[in-house]
């Protein structure tokens, strides 16, 4: 458990750190071994986490590739103004553990929810 925490307090400060560097989140995916496709059902699972325009704490969804065999769960763990801080659980085709990361998902001015570094 420690090491599970330890692993996700890692990434998600290596996160912010390539995000201050503008490094796109697309990009950092695909450096954890997901393809574009994964990357896009990652994120229609994040936005499955707004129920009535409003991220719920603890909920979770999950999606999967077929195409890639790579897999993935994500969980809101906080909801902070009009944003989400979610937590991914992400099993990329061929790797040995998952990898954890930390990402938000916030509402911009459009109404549409994104997910964010």
Not at 60 to 69: I, R
Request: net charge neutral; aromatic share 4%; charged share 20%.
């Amino acid at each position: 458990m420690k090491r599970a925490i330890l692993i996700f307090l890692t990434a998600t400060a290596m996160i912010l750190a390539a995000g201050a560097g503008a490094k796109p989140l697309s990009r950092i995916i695909a450096e954890l071994g997901l393809s574009p496709e994964d990357f896009q059902l990652m994120g229609a699972a994040s936005r499955q986490l707004v129920v009535d325009d409003r991220p719920v704490v603890g909920r979770e969804a999950t999606w999967e590739n077929a195409a890639t065999d790579s897999r993935g769960s994500v969980r809101v763990d906080a909801v902070q103004g009009d944003c989400a801080v979610l937590h991914h659980t992400i099993h990329p085709t061929g790797a040995e553990q998952a990898k954890l990361i930390g990402t938000r998902l916030c509402k911009g001015a459009d109404g549409v929810w994104m997910m964010t570094p």
